[in-house]
């Protein structure tokens, strides 16, 4: 992995004006979408240039790895998203490193995340994770399974439900994940009137993929090496 801040900055910026070109190609601001950037394996000097230049919200996707470096770089210089599986007995630790969780796919995993938010007197935003391709290797909720999952969950106090999040479809060209975006956006839409309220954030969109995303309506993409540079394996 390559560190250099000039380079990240002209990573930063270049990210952020295709942000902006995207969505005004959907008939939004650009403020309306929210840059998380990141930074599993990523070095701690290079995620302190980065939020040194600006970038406000961070993506880990480990609960292990993710608390030294929130240690390191400040639990209060950015937001933290969690980005990835969690399991039920990280919950506790999640609560108290994250701001919100983006892959919450069980009422099991909510409900532990809910007790550990009231007891500790934090309120913890949620997003539900959909498997909107159907892969069998990914997480996420089935989309049959989504509303009466999303109804329990928004029962749970010390819980934000703010909306859902997926994962694109490995495709060669970010063409071919529009359908599942756009898929995402309607199942949201549909949960908004079953439910009888709003589900404002859509996660969704990475390196490979935000443009697509974020024309189709994310309000939160998740991008690492665009940013980063690519990861070691
Ligand atoms: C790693 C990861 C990303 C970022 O991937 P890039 O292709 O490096 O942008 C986004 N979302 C999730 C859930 C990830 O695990």
Redesign the pocket.
């Known amino acids: 992995m390559d560190f250099d801040g000039d380079t990240l900055l002209q990573r930063l910026d270049d990210i952020r004006g295709r942000i902006a070109a995207a969505a005004a190609r959907s008939g939004r601001p650009a403020e309306r979408v929210t840059l ?1 950037g ?1 930074t ?1 394996t990523v070095a701690v000097e290079a995620v302190q240039a980065a939020v040194a230049l600006g970038l406000a919200d961070l ?1 880990e ?1 480990r609960v292990q790895e993710a608390q030294a470096k929130i240690l390191a770089v400040g639990r209060d210089r950015a937001r933290w998203h969690l ?2 599986h969690l399991q039920r007995n990280k919950a506790g630790r999640a609560v108290e490193l994250f701001d919100r969780v ?2 919450v796919d069980d009422v099991d995993l909510a409900g532990a995340l809910s007790r550990h938010a009231v007891s500790s007197g934090r309120s913890l935003s949620v997003l539900v994770e959909v498997n909107v391709s159907g892969e069998a290797t990914k997480f996420g909720v089935a989309p049959e399974g989504l509303e009466p999952l999303l109804e329990r969950i928004a029962a749970l106090p010390g819980l934000r439900l703010d909306g859902l ?1 997926t ?1 694109g479809a490995l495709v060669e060209r970010a063409e071919a994940a529009r359908s599942g975006f756009a898929r995402l956006r309607s199942l949201r839409d549909q949960a908004e009137q079953q439910l009888g309220r709003t589900l404002p954030e859509l996660s969704m969109g ?3 993929d ?1 443009e697509v995303a974020v024309e189709e309506g994310s309000t939160m993409v ?7 540079g ?2 070691s394996a």
């Open positions: 998380v990141v599993k993506g996707s980005i990835g983006h892959g999040m994962v990475m390196s490979g935000f998740r991008v690492g090496s665009a940013i980063f690519a990861r």
